[in-house]
C-alpha cells in the first residue's frame, strides 16, 4: 500500500485513472507520456494500450488483459460477487470502495474465472491496477486462492496475471493473512503436476510479490514493469540511497536471476500458448 | 528508556527512592513512603489497564524488552545455532538452530534485534534480508527433515527495505518461506514477542499455533508509515495504529491468534523474568499438545486454518 | 581457424582454389585438380583417422565446431528458454529451457560457448558461476514436477575459478547438482558436444544416458594444468592427454560412456550438418527408449550405474 | 590435484610430512611455524597438533583425528584392504602409492568404519592429508559410498571430515567419477532421517568440497581451515586478482553462508556429542 500511493503518485503524473486503466486516451488523439509523439485512442486500445511508437506499456485493465490473452467467448467468470468488507471500519474504506467499484464496474482489484488460451483450457486471475491500485485484501486474496482451487481440481493450468501497489492497509493484519491464504492454496497445488505460470506487469509490489505472484514456476514479466517487494522511493527514503537506473524494471529482475523473460504485452498470448504446450 | 506515558511512574519511583535515602534506618518517613509504595502501584495499574494501541506498540519497542537472545538463553537448556543460506551469506538478522525446550528437542529460531549498540546494529533492528529468509528456509527444512518441531519467536520492524535486499529478491525469499511454512509436515508454534510487522513477520508466524504477548502487535504496516500514507502525517501515529487494530487483544478477539500471554504489570520490560516463564510455559504446554499429532492432520488444519482467514462477504452476505 | 595437424589440408584445398581459379571454365587442369583431390581426401583420412588425444583435445575446442547454439536450433523445433536462479543472477554460460525434440517435450539444456567474441565473453567461454549451476538445478526440478526428460548439452573447459564463483559457493552449487541428478525420477541424457571438463561438466552428464562425440574428450582437469603440475611443464600437455586417457575411445572402452557418436571425415567442424543430424538421431533414440522406463527403475539404474564405477581392488585382487 | 600440489607446496614449509601428519615436531621440542613459540612435542600431541600459544590447526592424522572424536575402543574400521588401482598407467602413481602406503601405513587417504561419540554410536570417515594430499581417488570414493550405506543399512548418523588438496588426477576420469559416486550414495542415505554431519578441515579442495563434503545437513569447519573448489593460487594465475586477506578461510566460508560453524579441534567431539543429542 505504501508503495501504492508512491506509484499512484508517479503514475496519476503520466496516466490518470479510466475503467479500462488507459492514461490520457479520451480525446481521440492524444501524446504518448513516454515518447511525445502523437497517438490515436483506436490504435492504442488495438495495441492493448501499448504506444505505437515507443512501445510503453500502458496499464491494462482486467477485462482487457483477459480479452487480450483468451480465445474469444471462452472466459467464464467464478466467485463474481464476492465483496470486500470494512471489519476494521477503517476511515474512509467503505467510501473508497463504492468510488472504485463504481468508476471501475468491478467488485474488487481482481477478475478470475476459467478460460481458453489457444484451445487449452486454464485458471486464470488477473489483478486489475485502477482498483485502489491493485492493492491485495480479502477479496483479491480469497478469489486467487479459489482459482488456485479451481485450477487443483479441474486439473487445469494456473495463470495469475498481477498488477499490484501492494497491500490495502485498510484491511489491516487481514490482507497480511491474504499472503498465507494463497500460500497455503498454492503448497497444495503445486504437489499436483499442472504448471503454474506468473505474469508480472507494472507495478508489482508488496504482499503480491512477496506471495502467490513469485511462487510459480516459470515468471513471466512486461518490458519495463516494476517489480519489487518495497518500492524505489520508500527505500530511498528510509535508506537515503541513491537508486541506479532501472533499479526494480523486469529487466532488472530478469538479470538478478529473479524472472524467466521480458514478454512484449502483444507476443503474450503466443508465449502462452508455446508454454502451455510444452506442460501437462 | 522511559516512555512519556510511564512519567508518573517514574516520578513515583524516585521519590520513594529519594525518601528511602533521607530516612535512612531511621522509622520516621516510613507511611510516607508505603503512602507512595501504594500511590505507585495504583498509577501503575491505571496507566498498563489503560494502554492504547500505540503505547503498546511503544511497549513492544522497548529497548529494555526481553528479546530472542534472553528467551533462548532462559528457556533452552541447550542451543546448538546454525547458520547460513548456503548460497549467499548469513543473515544475523534472523538465528536459529537446534534446542532443547522442556521435553523437546527443537528447531528454535527468531529475529534478532541485539542488547547493546553493536548487536543491534549487527542484526540490523530485527529486519531480515534475503539471506535471513532462506536460513530460515533452511531450517524449516531441517526441521522437517528431522521431525522436529519449529518453535518460532517473532520480533521484526519488517523485512528490511534496502537495495541489496530488493537485488537478491526479498519478495522470492519471503513468498519461499510461506510455501515451506505451509508443507512441511512437523508442528510449527510462534510466539510475537514484540514487533510483527509486515510479510517479515508473517513469513515466521504463518503458524499452527500463534500466541501474542498481551503488549507485542501484530501489523501489515508500522503505524508511523501507515499514517504518513493515510494522512499524510506520520504524527498521527497513535489514530493508525487505532485503526489498523495491531493489538493481542485484536487478534485474539478476531480469532487470528490462539492466546494472549499476559505481561506483568508495567509491562515486560519491567519483569522480563516472570514474562520468559509466562512464555516458557505457554511453549512447553503447545508442545506436549502439537508433538502427538499426527502429521497429515497438522497440514490439514494449517491449511483450513489460513485458508479460511479474511474480510470478504458473498453478496448474499454470507462471509465466505 | 586451421589447427597446425590439419596445415596439410589446408594446403590442399588452398592448391585446388588457386588451379580452378586458373582454369576457369577450360577443362585443361581436371586431371590435375582431381589428382589434388584424392590427396586431400587422403590426406584428411589419414591425419583424422590417427589423431593423437591432444589433437582431438584441440578439435574439441575449435571455435567453428558446432556448439549449443547450433544444435538447440536445428534439433528443437521450438525452445522456450527459462532463466535465473531466483536467488542471485542469470548465468549466460548455461542456458536451458522447455523444447521440443522429436516427438517429445524435453528440459534442454547446456554450456553456451557463444559464437562471436561479444557471446563468447558473454558466456564465459562456457565457464559457469554458482549461479549457473542453481540454474540447472532448478532445470532439473522443474523437468521432475512436469514428468519431462532431461537432455544435456556438454561443452565445457570447467567450472569458473574466480573470486566471485568461490564467494557464492562454487562447490557447493555442484555438490547440490549432483545430489538433485541422483534424485529425480525423469529420464536424464547428457552427449559430451565438445570439451567435458572438471567437476563443472560431471555436474551435467552423470546422467541416464551419456554420450560422447568422436572428438570430444572428458577430463577431470584440463591436459595443460595436469602438465604444469605433473611435469611442472605446461607444453607438455599432449603427454597428460595420453596419459589422462580423455578420448570418447577411451570411456567407452572403459564403459564410462554409452556410446561414441561418429564425426564426419575432418571432424565435426568440418560438417556441422551431419555432425548436429547424427546427435539428432541418437537424442531420438535414446529418448524413444528411455521415456517409457518406469520412475523407479530408472533412479534404481542410474544408482547401480555410478555407484559401480572405479579403479580400485580388493586386496584378493577382485576389483569391487 | 591442482589445489592439492598449490597447497602442498605451501605445506611443505611449514608442516613437513610426517606419518602423524605433526609438523617439525620429530625434536623433543621445536618452535611453531606460526606464532614461533617453542613447543615441546609432547604438548602438541597431547592438544591433538594445535599450538598451545597460538590454538593454529597443524594438521591431523586419520588416527589421530579418530581418536581424537570417538570413544576409546570404540572404533571398529572398515573395509580395509580397498587399494588403489592404477588403471591409467598413470606415469609414477603406483611409486607414488607405494612411497605414500609406506610412510603412513594406510591404505589409502582414508580410514573408515564405526564408532561410539558421547556413546551414541554413527559411521564415521576421515580423509587423511598425509597420504597423496588427501586427494579422492577410488578407495576415497568407494570407501565413502560404503561408510554411507553402512549409515544407511544401520540406520546410524554419518560424520565426514574431510581433508583434501582435490583430485588424483593420476586415475582421470576414475575419479571424476567418484563424486558422482559419492553423490548417489548420499542422495539415498537422505531419504531416510539420520543426520549427516560433515566436518571440513585443512585443506578441503575440488572434487570433495563439490561431492560430499558440502552435502551435509550441518557443515562444521575447524578454525582457518581453507575451504574452496579451486585453490587461491590458481584463482591468482588464472585472474591475475588479488586475493582478499582470509580468502576461503573457514571463517571467509561461513560468512558467505556456506558453513554452519566454526569449531576449535578440542571442543570437536563436544560439539559432535551436543548435535547428535538433538538428532534422530
Ligand atoms: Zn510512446
Ligand atoms: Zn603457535
Same mark, same amino acid.
Given at each position: 500500500?505504501?508503495?501504492?500511493?508512491?506509484?499512484?503518485?508517479?503514475?496519476?503524473?503520466?496516466?490518470?485513472?479510466?475503467?479500462?486503466?488507459?492514461?490520457?486516451?479520451?480525446?481521440?488523439?492524444?501524446?504518448?507520456?513516454?515518447?511525445?509523439?502523437?497517438?490515436?485512442?483506436? $490504435?492504442?486500445?488495438?495495441?492493448?494500450?501499448?504506444?505505437?511508437?515507443?512501445?510503453?506499456?500502458?496499464?491494462?485493465?482486467?477485462? *482487457?488483459?483477459?480479452?487480450?490473452?483468451?480465445?474469444?467467448?471462452?472466459?467464464?467468470?467464478?466467485?463474481?460477487?464476492?465483496?470486500?468488507?470494512?471489519? &476494521?471500519? +477503517?476511515?474512509?474504506?467503505?467510501?473508497?470502495?463504492?468510488?472504485?467499484?463504481?468508476?471501475?464496474?468491478? $467488485?474488487?482489484?481482481?477478475?478470475?474465472?476459467?478460460?481458453?488460451?489457444?484451445?487449452? %483450457?486454464?485458471?486464470?486471475?488477473?489483478?486489475?491496477?485502477? +482498483?485502489?491500485?491493485?492493492?491485495?485484501?480479502?477479496?483479491?486474496? *480469497?478469489?486467487?486462492?479459489?482459482?488456485?482451487?479451481?485450477?487443483?481440481?479441474?486439473?487445469?493450468?494456473?495463470?495469475?496475471?498481477?498488477?499490484?501497489?501492494?497491500?490495502?492497509? +485498510?484491511?489491516?493484519?487481514?490482507?497480511?493473512?491474504?499472503?498465507?491464504?494463497?500460500?497455503?492454496?498454492?503448497?497444495?497445488?503445486?504437489?499436483?503436476?499442472?504448471?503454474?505460470?506468473?505474469?508480472?506487469?507494472?507495478?508489482?509490489?508488496?504482499?503480491?510479490?512477496?506471495?502467490?505472484?513469485?511462487?510459480? $514456476?516459470?515468471?513471466?514479466?512486461?518490458?519495463?514493469?516494476?517489480?519489487? +517487494?518495497?518500492?524505489? %522511493?520508500?527505500?530511498?527514503?528510509?535508506?537515503?540511497?541513491? &537508486?541506479?537506473?532501472?533499479?526494480?524494471?523486469?529487466?532488472?529482475?530478469?538479470?538478478?536471476?529473479?524472472?524467466?523473460?521480458?514478454?512484449?504485452?502483444?507476443?503474450?498470448?503466443?508465449?502462452?500458448?508455446?508454454?502451455?504446450?510444452?506442460?501437462? | 528508556?522511559?516512555?512519556?506515558?510511564?512519567?508518573?511512574?517514574?516520578?513515583?519511583?524516585?521519590?520513594?527512592?529519594?525518601?528511602? !535515602?533521607?530516612?535512612?534506618?531511621?522509622?520516621?518517613?516510613?507511611?510516607?513512603?508505603?503512602?507512595?509504595?501504594?500511590?505507585?502501584?495504583?498509577?501503575?495499574?491505571?496507566?498498563?489497564?489503560?494502554?492504547?494501541?500505540?503505547?503498546?506498540?511503544?511497549?513492544?519497542?522497548?529497548?529494555?524488552?526481553?528479546?530472542?537472545?534472553?528467551?533462548?538463553?532462559?528457556?533452552?537448556?541447550?542451543?546448538?545455532?546454525?547458520?547460513?543460506?548456503?548460497?549467499?551469506?548469513?543473515?544475523?538478522?534472523?538465528?536459529?538452530?537446534?534446542?532443547?525446550?522442556?521435553?523437546?528437542?527443537?528447531?528454535?529460531?527468531?529475529?534478532?534485534?541485539?542488547?547493546?549498540?553493536?548487536?543491534?546494529?549487527?542484526?540490523?533492528?530485527?529486519?531480515?534480508?534475503?539471506?535471513? #529468509?532462506?536460513?530460515?528456509?533452511?531450517?524449516?527444512?531441517?526441521?522437517?527433515?528431522?521431525?522436529?518441531?519449529?518453535?518460532?519467536?517473532?520480533?521484526?520492524?519488517?523485512?528490511?527495505?534496502?537495495?541489496?535486499?530488493?537485488? !537478491?529478491?526479498?519478495?522470492?525469499?519471503?513468498?519461499?518461506?510461506?510455501?515451506?511454512?505451509?508443507?512441511?509436515?512437523?508442528?510449527?508454534?510462534?510466539?510475537?514477542?514484540?514487533?510483527?510487522?509486515?510479510?517479515?513477520?508473517?513469513?515466521?508466524?504463518?503458524?499452527?499455533?500463534?500466541?501474542?504477548?498481551?503488549?507485542? #502487535?501484530?501489523?501489515? @504496516?508500522?503505524?508511523?508509515?501507515?499514517?504518513?500514507?493515510?494522512?499524510?502525517?506520520?504524527?498521527?501515529?497513535?489514530?493508525?495504529?487505532?485503526?489498523?487494530?495491531?493489538?493481542?487483544?485484536?487478534?485474539?478477539?478476531?480469532?487470528?491468534?490462539?492466546?494472549?500471554?499476559?505481561?506483568?504489570?508495567?509491562?515486560?520490560?519491567?519483569?522480563?523474568?516472570?514474562? @520468559?516463564?509466562?512464555?516458557?510455559?505457554?511453549?512447553?504446554?503447545?508442545?506436549?499438545?502439537?508433538?502427538?499429532?499426527?502429521?497429515?492432520?497438522?497440514?490439514?488444519?494449517?491449511?483450513?486454518?489460513?485458508?479460511?482467514?479474511?474480510?470478504?462477504?458473498?453478496?448474499?452476505?454470507?462471509?465466505?
Amino acid at each position: 500500500m505504501r508503495n501504492w500511493l508512491s506509484k499512484r503518485r508517479e503514475y496519476s503524473r503520466t496516466v490518470p485513472e479510466t475503467e479500462s486503466g488507459v492514461g490520457p486516451m479520451d480525446s481521440v488523439f492524444t501524446k504518448c507520456e513516454k515518447c511525445g509523439e502523437p497517438i490515436y485512442e483506436k $490504435d492504442l486500445r488495438a495495441r492493448f494500450n501499448v504506444c505505437p511508437h515507443c512501445e510503453f506499456h500502458y496499464p491494462l485493465s482486467a477485462s *482487457e488483459r483477459i480479452r487480450l490473452l483468451t480465445d474469444s467467448g471462452s472466459f467464464e467468470e467464478r466467485d463474481a460477487g464476492i465483496l470486500a468488507d470494512d471489519l &476494521l471500519g +477503517f476511515e474512509n474504506y467503505r467510501q473508497r470502495l463504492q468510488k472504485a467499484r463504481g468508476r471501475t464496474g468491478l $467488485d474488487d482489484a481482481i477478475l478470475s474465472g476459467t478460460g481458453a488460451v489457444g484451445g487449452k %483450457r486454464v485458471a486464470l486471475a488477473v489483478l486489475d491496477f485502477s +482498483f485502489i491500485g491493485g492493492s491485495m485484501g480479502s477479496v483479491v486474496g *480469497e478469489r486467487v486462492a479459489r482459482t488456485v482451487e479451481l485450477a487443483g481440481s479441474e486439473e487445469l493450468p494456473l495463470v495469475i496475471v498481477s498488477a499490484s501497489g501492494g497491500a490495502r492497509m +485498510f484491511e489491516g493484519v487481514y490482507l497480511l493473512m491474504q499472503m498465507a491464504k494463497t500460500s497455503v492454496a498454492l503448497s497444495r497445488y503445486v504437489e499436483g503436476s499442472w504448471p503454474y505460470i506468473s505474469v508480472l506487469t507494472d507495478p508489482t509490489f508488496g504482499g503480491v510479490t512477496a506471495s502467490f505472484a513469485t511462487a510459480a $514456476d516459470v515468471v513471466l514479466a512486461e518490458p519495463g514493469a516494476r517489480i519489487g +517487494f518495497t518500492g524505489a %522511493r520508500v527505500i530511498e527514503q528510509t535508506t537515503k540511497e541513491r &537508486l541506479p537506473e532501472g533499479f526494480q524494471t523486469a529487466e532488472f529482475q530478469k538479470e538478478h536471476g529473479m524472472v524467466d523473460r521480458i514478454v512484449h504485452r502483444l507476443s503474450l498470448k503466443a508465449d502462452l500458448e508455446r508454454l502451455l504446450g510444452f506442460l501437462p | 528508556m522511559i516512555l512519556d506515558f510511564e512519567r508518573p511512574i517514574k516520578d513515583f519511583e524516585d521519590r520513594i527512592t529519594e525518601l528511602r !535515602r533521607l530516612a535512612g534506618p531511621s522509622e520516621e518517613l516510613r507511611g510516607e513512603i508505603s503512602r507512595l509504595e501504594e500511590a505507585l502501584d495504583a498509577a501503575r495499574r491505571r496507566i498498563y489497564s489503560n494502554l492504547t494501541p500505540y503505547q503498546r506498540v511503544q511497549v513492544a519497542r522497548h529497548p529494555e524488552r526481553p528479546n530472542f537472545r534472553a528467551y533462548r538463553d532462559a528457556l533452552a537448556d541447550d542451543f546448538y545455532e546454525l547458520s547460513g543460506d548456503r548460497v549467499f551469506g548469513d543473515d544475523p538478522a534472523v538465528r536459529g538452530g537446534l534446542a532443547r525446550i522442556g521435553d523437546h528437542n527443537v528447531v528454535l529460531l527468531g529475529h534478532d534485534k541485539g542488547t547493546d549498540v553493536n548487536s543491534r546494529v549487527k542484526g540490523n533492528f530485527g529486519m531480515a534480508h534475503p539471506e535471513g #529468509y532462506r536460513k530460515v528456509k533452511r531450517f524449516y527444512e531441517l526441521a522437517a527433515r528431522f521431525g522436529l518441531p519449529v518453535v518460532v519467536l517473532v520480533d521484526t520492524p519488517g523485512a528490511f527495505a534496502g537495495r541489496g535486499a530488493e537485488e !537478491r529478491g526479498q519478495a522470492w525469499a519471503i513468498s519461499d518461506d510461506l510455501m515451506t511454512l505451509a508443507r512441511i509436515p512437523v508442528p510449527v508454534i510462534s510466539v510475537i514477542i514484540g514487533e510483527g510487522c509486515s510479510g517479515g513477520a508473517l513469513a515466521m508466524c504463518a503458524t499452527d499455533y500463534v500466541g501474542m504477548l498481551e503488549n507485542s #502487535y501484530l501489523s501489515v @504496516i508500522a503505524p508511523e508509515a501507515c499514517a504518513s500514507i493515510i494522512f499524510r502525517d506520520p504524527s498521527r501515529a497513535a489514530e493508525a495504529a487505532e485503526a489498523l487494530k495491531v493489538t493481542a487483544a485484536d487478534m485474539k478477539g478476531r480469532g487470528i491468534i490462539d492466546e494472549i500471554i499476559p505481561e506483568p504489570l508495567g509491562g515486560a520490560h519491567n519483569d522480563p523474568q516472570v514474562t @520468559i516463564e509466562a512464555v516458557g510455559q505457554g511453549l512447553n504446554r503447545v508442545l506436549n499438545g502439537l508433538s502427538e499429532t499426527d502429521p497429515e492432520k497438522l497440514r490439514q488444519a494449517r491449511y483450513e486454518r489460513y485458508r479460511r482467514i479474511g474480510a470478504h462477504a458473498t453478496e448474499n452476505g454470507q462471509v465466505g
